[in-house]
């Protein structure tokens, strides 16, 4: 199985930045994209950044220009950079992975979320 621990949210204030960290282990052959998603109080969840296999990154529109998503490959490690963030950037953010851990199987594997609280 695929484990994804994350670290890095808090408390910050408005215009304030965080750096979001998310780790794979366990049984990994490959991984095909990892990325974040956020869920705020009542709403669903929504993709935040996503950085996939090939390089190519998409990111929300609410989010371009503040957030820079990178991999560390070695590590297989994902990072969330979070610049001039807002009230509205409040939620739990999770990590999320499309991987193999073995030859036969492919899957969506989630961390079990990071709370980011954006307020003076």
């Known amino acids: 199985q695929v484990q994804l621990v994350e670290s890095g949210g808090g408390l910050v204030q408005p215009g304030g930045s965080l750096r979001l960290s998310c780790a794979a282990s366990?049984?990994?052959?490959?991984?095909?994209?990892m990325g974040w998603y956020r869920q705020a109080p009542g709403k669903e969840r929504e993709l935040v950044a996503v950085?996939?296999?090939?390089?190519?990154?998409q990111y929300a529109d609410f989010v371009k220009g503040r957030f820079t998503i990178s991999r560390d490959n070695a590590k297989n490690t994902v990072y969330l950079q979070m610049n001039s963030l807002k009230p509205e950037d409040t939620a739990v953010y999770y990590c999320?992975?499309?991987?193999?851990?073995?030859?036969?199987?492919?899957?969506?594997?989630w961390g079990q979320g990071t709370p980011v609280t954006v307020s003076s």
């Open positions: 999320y992975t499309d991987a193999k851990p073995d030859w036969h199987t492919r899957g969506d594997y």
């Open positions: 366990g049984r990994i052959i490959s991984i095909n994209a």
């Open positions: 950085l996939r296999g090939t390089g190519s990154t």
